[in-house]
Each structure stands twice: as C-alpha cells, then as structure tokens.
C-alpha cells in the first residue's frame, strides 16, 4: 500500500511540474484536469473518499471548464478586434 501512495504522489509531482511548465494554455488546461484526476487518486488512496469525489468534481472537471470558457471568449474577443481594426487595449505603466 506504501508503494502506491509513493507512486501516485510521484505522478502527482510530475503532473503538477507539468502543468506549471506547460505553455500553452490549452495544453496547461488539459495537464490541470489530469492533475485533477490524479489528485483524488491520491486522496482515494489514503481513504479519503468524500475529499476525493469533491476534488474530481472540482479540479477535474469544473475548474478545468471555466478556464477553457474563458480562453474561448479571450480568444473570440481578439478576433473580434482583429476584424474591426482596433488594436488591444494597452495597459498604463505604473
């Protein structure tokens, strides 16, 4: 049982250095869902069951979701832009 725990928080690890130096937003999304997963894998085996089912409900599926929603609309709204002719709105140095 010691071995499992051990290899599940490896994998839990790995994923997270993953999606930490993952570039692309879509892809860091994706590596986040499977953190996730990953996550409540490791909260299931240390008999955790109710932490485990809200982690995935959460980590693995909702959080994952809204952040794609809001890539798209960012995606959407630049386009948006790009076909209108307006430049994106700059930021003032502080």
């Known amino acids: 049982m010691v071995v ?5 928080l490896l994998f ?4 997270g250095t993953a999606v930490v ?5 879509v892809r860091q999304v994706v590596g986040l869902s499977f953190y996730g997963i990953i996550l409540g894998l ?3 085996i240390l008999q ?3 932490v485990a089912l809200s982690q995935i409900t959460i980590g693995a599926v909702a959080l994952p979701l809204m952040f794609m929603l809001c890539l798209a609309k ?5 386009e948006q832009r790009k076909r209108q002719g307006k430049s994106a709105p700059r930021r003032e140095a502080a």
């Open 4 to 8: 499992l725990q051990m290899t599940i």
């Open 12 to 15: 839990v690890g790995i994923t």
């Open 21 to 25: 130096f993952t570039r692309d937003p």
């Open 42 to 44: 490791l909260f299931f």
């Open 48 to 50: 955790a069951p109710d």
């Open 74 to 78: 960012v995606r959407r709204d630049s």
